[in-house]
């Protein structure tokens, strides 16, 4: 292993999330329009390419990998790359393979993700009710994730579930997904909405619910206890008292943990952006890609990167666009 990566801030890196894919087979509304353009094969990582790019920052330090999209699992023979990536699990230099899903493909591919050495899944889901969800996510149909739900918690795969905070849309369901949720021994963790890319006119189911609101309605319902706990990434956690649940609220764009910040995420062109909430970003795949016999341009590239990595990203609203949307969407970065 080469030396880890330090920020200017003396911060390690350790955890990585990679989006390997930008397609998906649902089209939410907060996050795609209906009618996405995507971008041409050439311009993504091949498998190959992401085995080498995931093994160099695993050699500098990463423990962590996140896998996202787009929809990863509905990338092309994406478990070659799982599969490629236990070799780091095995030889305990990565302490965590994980992904994020809406869920689609996990009847098909739980046991192949539990074989690779996942032992954790996010699956997106935002509603309980097949209407709701089949509006919510346009392309999406319910049951089939219930079944993935199904399958992967048979192969052993430990869930949470994301569930986007939208007012007037699961506002009233937040019982009934928190009380399905203890049935089921999973985890749950609400994301506040971010306005990002453009995901056209159409009219915007639900609205922006605070997570602050989020929090106050769970207290109509349960004694709630702060958790001491820090992931490095932008979640709080409380304990329900009367179910024991941990309940999380992930507020993407709060600065509040920057100073402590652990991550970077690496779009499925090899783009690496070093804070989420800011516009800067270095292009990887030309190092990667220009120099197959040998890692050290890559190796260098990345240090570079890390250098730039900004103390947080409140210091940086100038760069975004003056409605406050970012103009990337969250299936290019992964969210
Ligand atoms: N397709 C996978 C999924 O839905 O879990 C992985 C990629 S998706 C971009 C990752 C997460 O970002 C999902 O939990 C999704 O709900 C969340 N997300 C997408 N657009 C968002 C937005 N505008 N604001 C907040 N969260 C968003
Ligand atoms: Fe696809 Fe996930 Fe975006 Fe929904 S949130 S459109 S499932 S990438």
């Not at 509905?74 to 799982?82: A, E, G, L, Q, S």
């Amino acid at each position: 292993m080469t030396a880890p990566l330090i920020d200017p801030f003396a911060r390690a890196i350790t955890y990585l999330r990679v989006s390997v894919t930008d397609r998906c087979d649902f089209r939410c509304v907060y996050c795609m329009s209906e009618n996405m353009t995507f971008l041409p094969k050439k311009e993504l990582l091949t498998l190959e390419e992401l085995d080498r790019m995931c093994s160099t920052f695993v050699g500098m330090g990463v423990q962590k990998l996140r896998i996202t999209g787009g929809e990863p699992l509905v990338r092309r023979d994406i478990m070659t790359f799982f599969h490629a990536m236990t070799r780091h699990l095995d030889c305990g230099a990565l302490k965590e393979l994980t992904l994020t899903t809406n869920g689609s493909q996990l009847e098909r591919f739980a046991g192949d993700l539990y074989a690779a050495g996942v032992r954790r899944v996010n699956v997106s889901l935002d509603t309980l009710d097949d209407d709701k969800f089949a509006a919510i996510t346009r392309w999406g149909r319910l049951p089939q994730v219930h079944r993935g739900i199904d399958a992967a918690q048979k192969a052993g795969l430990r869930i949470k579930i994301n569930a986007v905070a939208l007012k007037g849309f699961n506002e009233d369901e937040l019982p009934a997904i928190t009380e399905w949720c203890a049935e089921r021994d999973m985890d749950l963790t609400w994301i506040e909405v971010m306005p990002m890319g453009d995901i056209g006119n159409e009219s915007r189911l639900g609205q922006y619910w605070s997570l602050e609101d989020v929090r106050a309605t769970y207290a109509q319902f349960y004694t709630l206890s702060d958790l001491a706990e820090r992931t490095g990434g932008p979640a709080r956690y409380v304990r329900l008292e009367e179910t024991g649940q941990k309940i999380g609220f992930i507020t993407p764009l709060s600065h509040n943990f920057c100073e402590s910040c652990n991550r970077v995420r690496l779009t499925c062109t090899g783009e690496l952006y070093m804070c989420l909430g800011q516009e800067d970003q270095a292009g990887l795949r030309d190092a990667l890609r220009n120099y197959p016999d040998t890692a050290e341009p890559l190796r260098a590239a990345i240090r570079a990167a890390i250098e730039r990595k900004p103390q947080g990203h409140d210091f940086d609203y100038s760069r975004q666009r003056l409605d406050g949307q970012m103009s990337r969407h969250m299936s290019h970065t992964g969210g």
